[in-house]
Every structure is written in structure tokens, then in C-alpha cells.
């Protein structure tokens, strides 16, 4: 059975930094490409970034957090990271991780959204002074 468990959210003050986490069970995500979404009150998740398979070696990040956060994978840990930094009040939202369990992305282009199918419950991440 796929699952995500993500951790690592938290209060941060601008321009901090934290790295989420997405354990990944039940599957091998060296194989499968991952993505992170992020979600405001009232409104759709949005991708901000993601990462092919390992085979395709690719990763891709939306513009408004390019240059500030990076993803990354560690296959021993069949984990999945959000290193972000330089954050800023309008990156507060519940952050997701996700993959796509029938393994339709192939490639470098990993920001094929709609075939995320297979989430995590989230966690908070809050940007205030």
C-alpha cells in the first residue's frame, strides 16, 4: 500500500529557513517521481516543485519559489525533501507531498500535476514576525 507521511512544518520567522520531509512506504520512490503541493485556505493545490525519477534525473520548481527551495532525494531513506529558504509570509499553506502510483511521468518533465494521485495528510507551515 502507497503511502507519504510528511513532517517538518512549523512557525518560521521570514526569511528562515525549514526542510519538510516525505517518507515514502510500500513503494520504492527512487522509481517514481514526487511533487510537492502546497495549498491556501479556499483555494486548489498548487505544485511548486517536484522530482523525475531517479533514471530521468530531473527536477523542476514553480517561479515563485525557484532559488529558494530545493528538492532532493536520499534512496537509502526512501525520503523525499523540501529545503526551503529565504521564506516569506506568502509561502504560508499546508504543504503536500504526492506521487503517481501508476507511474506516468516519465522524463524530465516531472510537473505533470494531474497525475499526482497518491497524497500525504500535510503539514502546516507558517510564515509571521
Known amino acids: 500500500q502507497v503511502q507519504l507521511v510528511e513532517s517538518g512544518g512549523g512557525l518560521v520567522q521570514p526569511g528562515g529557513s525549514l526542510r519538510l520531509s516525505c517518507a515514502a512506504s510500500g513503494f520504492t520512490l527512487d522509481y517514481y517521481a514526487i511533487g510537492w503541493f502546497r495549498q491556501y485556505p479556499g483555494k486548489e493545490r498548487e505544485g511548486v516543485a517536484c522530482?523525475?525519477?531517479?533514471?530521468?534525473?530531473?527536477?523542476y520548481y514553480a517561479d515563485s519559489v525557484k532559488g529558494r527551495f530545493t528538492i532532493s532525494r536520499d534512496n537509502v531513506k526512501n525520503t523525499v525533501y523540501l529545503h526551503m529558504s529565504a521564506l516569506k509570509p506568502e509561502d504560508t499553506a499546508v504543504y503536500y507531498c504526492a506521487t503517481d502510483p501508476n507511474s506516468r511521468i516519465r522524463g524530465s518533465a516531472c510537473n505533470v500535476w494531474h497525475e499526482y494521485s497518491s497524497w500525504g495528510q500535510g503539514t502546516q507551515v507558517t510564515v509571521s514576525s
Open positions: 522530482i523525475s525519477r531517479s533514471i530521468d534525473g530531473s527536477t
